[in-house]
């Protein structure tokens, strides 16, 4: 049986019971090369899934835009029938054009047929939590949500979708979101290197909203930084525990959903929520965002 290591503890999503340890799952590694196609060793993929749950992971974060469809057939295909405190986020609001691009999708009826293949693909009658995923490629855009909104909230009512969350949206947004339907999470881009939703974060942890940092390790630019290694090097971990353990102490809302295809570097992963920090490494940590600001380089 596999050791169950720390997570972190858990979060409960507002108005719901769902309790969701801290440290989770994202599967868009799953996919192939660039997110497209299947993975070059479907039975890995599978094995990655199947150590995740074992070691108690209850949160994964997925797309049916991954792929496009491939991740969650193999959610599917690795996990069905899904164990009962198992949540499953998805997100639509894109599509992926024959040439890899990413494409938004945020028309009623995209929105309407993501959904339902989400549910096909996942093998559900309902999906736990859909994040409506709007702005630019990491930064979210002013706007109007209402409309694109509207329609996760039909879907809601009609018992498709069990809560709503948002991706790549401002504090804006989020109050409008709020006049619909409730909004159970937030998923913005956020590390230690990446911190404009600092005051966002704060303020949704007064309200009880889950926060999902995505890209937590630099997505497809990793996370390089000098003050990072020394800390890590002192710590005797690896810059990217140090840096995931700095999102689980940054605040109590903050849930992680750190990627990989290799059950080596999940359960690397898994082991930062177990790494504390002291104070004098979260102040050098803290200074990579400020001397970023102030135009100087990771260092």
Wanted: aromatic residues 6%; glycine residues 8%.
């Amino acid at each position: 049986m596999t050791e169950q290591p720390n997570l972190g503890g858990a979060f409960t999503l507002p108005g719901t019971s769902m309790s969701l340890n801290r440290m989770g799952y994202g599967a868009m590694q799953l996919a192939g090369p660039e997110v497209w196609g299947p993975p070059r060793d479907v039975d890995a993929a599978i094995a990655v899934l199947r150590e995740a749950i074992a070691t108690g992971v209850n949160h994964i974060d997925t797309s049916d835009y991954y792929g496009p469809h491939v991740t969650n057939q193999i959610i599917k295909q690795a996990l069905h029938p899904y164990l009962d405190d198992l949540v499953i986020v998805t997100k639509v609001g894109a599509r992926r054009g024959d040439d890899k691009s990413w494409i938004h999708a945020l028309s009623r009826q995209e929105l309407i047929d993501a959904v339902h293949d989400n549910l096909r693909n996942l093998a559900v009658d309902q999906i736990d939590v859909v994040n409506l995923r709007v702005g630019g490629p990491s930064e979210p855009s002013d706007g109007s949500i209402e409309e694109q909104l509207t329609v996760l909230a039909e879907l809601k009512r009609q018992g498709l979708i069990a809560h709503i969350g948002l991706s790549n949206v401002t504090s804006n947004q989020l109050a409008e979101a709020q006049g619909i339907t409730e909004i159970v999470c937030i998923q913005n881009f956020y590390n230690v290197a990446h911190r404009n939703d600092d005051a966002f974060i704060d303020a949704l942890a007064e309200q009880g909203i889950a926060y999902v940092p995505f890209f937590p390790l630099g997505g497809f630019t990793p996370l390089q930084s000098s003050a990072l290694d020394r800390v890590a090097a002192s710590l005797q971990a690896t810059p990217m525990q140090v840096a995931l353990a700095w999102l689980l102490q940054r605040s109590p809302n903050i849930l992680l959903i750190p990627g990989t295809s290799s059950i080596d570097h999940l359960r690397e992963n898994l082991q930062a929520a177990a790494l504390e920090l002291p104070s004098n490494a979260i102040a050098e940590l803290n200074a990579i965002y400020k001397g970023l600001a102030e135009g100087q380089s990771m260092s």
